[in-house]
T-cell receptor, first 114, second 116 residues
Framework: GNSVTQMEGPVTLSEEAFLTINCTYT??????LFWYVQYPGEGLQLLLKATKADDKGSNKGFEATYRKETTSFHLEKGSVQVSDSAVYFCALKKRQTGANNLFFGTGTRLTVIP | GAGVSQSPSNKVTEKGKDVELRCDPISGHTALYWYRQSLGQGLEFLIYFQGNSAPDKSGLPSDRFSAERTGGSVSTLTIQRTQQEDSAVYLC??????????????FGEGSRLTVL
C-alpha cells in the first residue's frame, strides 16, 4: 500500500538553527512527493514538491530531495525563523492516478523560539 | 471567495445526532476533496469529487458518512448517528483544472467536530 512516515514532533529550535524533518514513504511505482505546511489559523498549503527521483523541491528557503534509493524526502532549512513555526506534512501522490488524492503523514509541529 | 471556506468551524454534538459540514471551494475549482484528521493521525482521505460526481469515495469509513456536491461548487459532508470516534477535524480541499494531477490542493481551515 501507500503510506508516509514522518518524524514525530514536536520540534523546538532556536532562531537560525538548522532544521531537518525526516520523511520516508512506501508506494507502488514512482509517486510524486510533497511537503505541505499549516501555519497557525490557516489551511494547509503546498510548500514544495518533487515528481521524480533526484528532483529537489525548494521554496522559502526549504529544500527536499526525492531519494528513491532510501525512499525518503527529508525537509531541510539552513536557518529557521520564528515565522516558520507551523505544522509540516509530508505527502505522496500515486503518479498514475488522475486525481489529486494525496496520502499524508501525521504532521510535525515546529516551534522556533527567538 | 478568495479561499476554501468551511462551516461550521467548530461543532459539538451528542452521540447519535446527525451533523452536516459544508465546504465552499475556490471559484472555478472543479475538483473537491474531503479529508479527516483525528488526534495523532495523518490526514485520512474520505472522498473526491470531479464536478458533481464522486469517482472515488473509497475513504468513507462507514455508510453513516455521505457527501454530495451541487452545481459543481458547494459540498456537504453528512454524518448520521454520530459516534465518539467520529470526533476529528474535517478538512476540505479543492484544486484547479490546470492543477489537475499536480498534487496542489488548496485547503480550508477545517471543521472541528466533537461528539460527546
Amino acid at each position: 500500500g501507500n503510506s508516509v512516515t514522518q518524524m514525530e514532533g514536536p520540534v523546538t529550535l532556536s532562531e537560525e538553527a538548522f532544521l531537518t524533518i525526516n520523511c520516508t514513504y512506501t508506494a507502488t511505482g514512482y509517486p510524486s512527493l510533497f511537503w505541505y505546511v499549516q501555519y497557525p489559523g490557516e489551511g494547509l498549503q503546498l510548500l514544495l514538491k518533487a515528481t521524480k527521483a533526484d528532483d529537489k523541491g525548494s521554496n522559502k528557503g526549504f529544500e527536499a530531495t526525492y531519494r528513491k534509493e532510501t525512499t525518503s524526502f527529508h525537509l531541510e532549512k539552513g536557518s529557521v525563523q520564528v515565522s516558520d513555526s507551523a505544522v509540516y506534512f509530508c505527502a505522496l501522490k500515486k503518479r498514475q492516478t488522475g486525481a489529486n488524492n494525496l496520502f499524508f503523514g501525521t504532521g510535525t509541529r515546529l516551534t522556533v523560539i527567538p | 471567495g478568495a479561499g476554501v471556506s468551511q462551516s461550521p468551524s467548530n461543532k459539538v454534538t451528542e452521540k447519535g445526532k446527525d451533523v452536516e459540514l459544508r465546504c465552499d471551494p475556490i471559484s472555478g475549482h472543479t475538483a473537491l476533496y474531503w479529508y479527516r484528521q483525528s488526534l495523532g493521525q495523518g490526514l485520512e482521505f474520505l472522498i473526491y469529487f470531479q464536478g458533481n460526481s464522486a469517482p472515488d469515495k473509497s475513504g468513507l469509513p462507514s455508510d453513516r458518512f455521505s457527501a454530495e456536491r451541487t452545481g459543481g461548487s458547494v459540498s456537504t459532508l453528512t454524518i448520521q448517528r454520530t459516534q465518539q470516534e467520529d470526533s476529528a477535524v474535517y478538512l476540505c480541499a479543492s484544486s484547479a483544472p490546470t492543477g489537475a494531477n499536480t498534487g496542489e490542493l488548496f485547503f480550508g481551515e477545517g471543521s472541528r467536530l466533537t461528539v460527546l
